[in-house]
């Protein structure tokens, strides 16, 4: 099992969210769950999820975490995350900028490759 899925399992708050997640630490979380959350988690990623600079899409927050290592960052989409580990960086302190860039690059790399690694369903 990826240790992403523990990380996630650790972020996502309520027991009752259902949520899709994606090879480079992209999850989304699916409020209004459909009979096939794979299904709709790519439909979401492909519309939502590829970075075009200059645009809302490559917009990003970040948000230190308190019970796991790391950050999440966001996007344009409120239910598109990406996590970020501290071991992604190469060197120096990580900032916003930093942790927010490789989550986005993440994020498009996910929306580009469409590999899901893990559902969770709590319906």
Known sequence: ???LIEIWRSIIVGDKKSWVLFK???C???VDPEMD???QALALM???GPVHAGSSAGDFGVVSLRDAPGWVVTSHHNDILT???PDEFEGGA???VTVGLIGRDKRDRDAREHE???AEDKR
């Open 1 to 3: 099992m990826s240790p």
């Open 24 to 26: 480079h630490g992209t």
């Open 28 to 30: 989304i979380i699916l």
């Open 37 to 39: 959350l794979r299904a």
């Open 46 to 48: 492909q519309e939502w």
């Open 83 to 85: 996590y970020v580990g």
């Open 94 to 96: 990580a900032n916003d």
């Open 116 to 118: 899901i690694i893990h």
